[in-house]
C-alpha cells in the first residue's frame, strides 16, 4: 500500500502502540498489563504532543525553522559543515570531518534502510492535526520512524565532538534544532526524533571509537618505523 494511501484516513500506528499489541497478544501476568498500558500511553503521547506542536501558533519561528529543516535535507548541513571543517581546522578538523562524514554515512545506511523497514510507521496527517502551511516542507514519502534527519545531525554532532571536544554544544543544540524542526514542519512524531537521535548518536560514538583505534594503530606503526629507521641506517654504515 503507498505512503498516499496510509496517510488519507488509515489508523497510524506507533511501534510503541504495535509493540503493546504483541506484548498483550502472549497472553495475560501481572507484568504484562503495566507493559502493554505504559506502551499505549507512549503512543497517546507522543501523537499528543505532535498536535499540541502544529496547534501552537510560532509565525516567528515558521520560516527560520523550515529553513532549517531543508538545509538537513541529504544532509547537506553537516556535508558543508564538514567541508569547512576540512578546509580551516587543521589536522584535528580534517580528521573530525571525516569522522563526521563517515558518522553519517554509517547511520544512512542503517536508519534509512533497515530500521525504516522494520519500524513502517506511516507519515504524519499534517492536515488532520492542522499543521500551518507556512511552515510545511513536502512531506516524505519513507516510513517515519524513526527521523533520518535526527539521527544523521546526531551522528554528525557525536563524531566531530569525538575529536573536537569543543564542538559539542554547538552542534547539539544544531542538531536538536534540527529534530525539531521535523515535528515543526508536521513530516514527522516526537518519538521518531527521539529514537532517530539515541540511534544516530550511539553509531556516531561507534564509528568515532573504530576511528580513534585506527588513527592510533597508524601512530604507534609510525612512531615504530621512526624510531627503527635510525638504528636500520646505523647497521648498514657499520657494515663492512
Known amino acids: 500500500m503507498s505512503e498516499s494511501g496510509r496517510a488519507r484516513g488509515e489508523p497510524v500506528e506507533p511501534p510503541s502502540e504495535r509493540l503493546a499489541d504483541r506484548v498483550a497478544s502472549r497472553g495475560t501476568s501481572d507484568l504484562r498489563h503495566p507493559l502493554v498500558r505504559a506502551l499505549r500511553e507512549l ?15 510560532t509565525p516567528t519561528l515558521d520560516e527560520p525553522l523550515r529553513a532549517l529543516t531543508s538545509a538537513a535535507d541529504h544532509s547537506k548541513l ?27 554515512a554509517a547511520t544512512a545506511a542503517i536508519v534509512n ?12 496527517d499534517a492536515d488532520a492535526a492542522g499543521v500551518p502551511e507556512s511552515r510545511r516542507v513536502s ?22 565532538s569525538s575529536v573536537l571536544p569543543a564542538l559539542g554544544a554547538p552542534l547539539g543544540v544544531a542538531a536538536a534544532s534540527v529534530g525539531y524542526s521535523r515535528v515543526h514542519a508536521g513530516v514527522h512524531y516526537p518519538g521518531d526524533v527521539v529514537v532517530g537521535a539515541i540511534v544516530g548518536a550511539s553509531i556516531g560514538d561507534l564509528v568515532a571509537w573504530a576511528g ?13 618505523r621512526r624510531l627503527v629507521a635510525p638504528a636500520r641506517a646505523r647497521r648498514r654504515r657499520s657494515a663492512p
Do not use: Q
Open 43 to 57: 503512543a497517546e503521547v507522543d501523537r499528543a504532543v505532535y498536535r499540541a506542536v502544529a496547534t501552537t501558533p
Open 78 to 104: 553537516w556535508l558543508a559543515s564538514a567541508a569547512l571543517l576540512f578546509a580551516v581546522g587543521g589536522r584535528r578538523g580534517r580528521r573530525a570531518a571525516i569522522t563526521g562524514v563517515a558518522s553519517v
Open 113 to 124: 534502510l533497515p530500521l525504516k523497514l522494520a519500524g513502517a510507521r506511516h507519515r504524519p
Open 139 to 160: 512531506m516524505p514519502v519513507s516510513a517515519s520512524f524513526p527521523s533520518g534527519h535526527s539521527a544523521s545531525a546526531a551522528a554528525f554532532a557525536a563524531g566531530v
Open 212 to 224: 580513534a583505534r585506527l588513527h592510533d594503530r597508524r601512530r604507534s606503526v609510525s612512531d615504530e
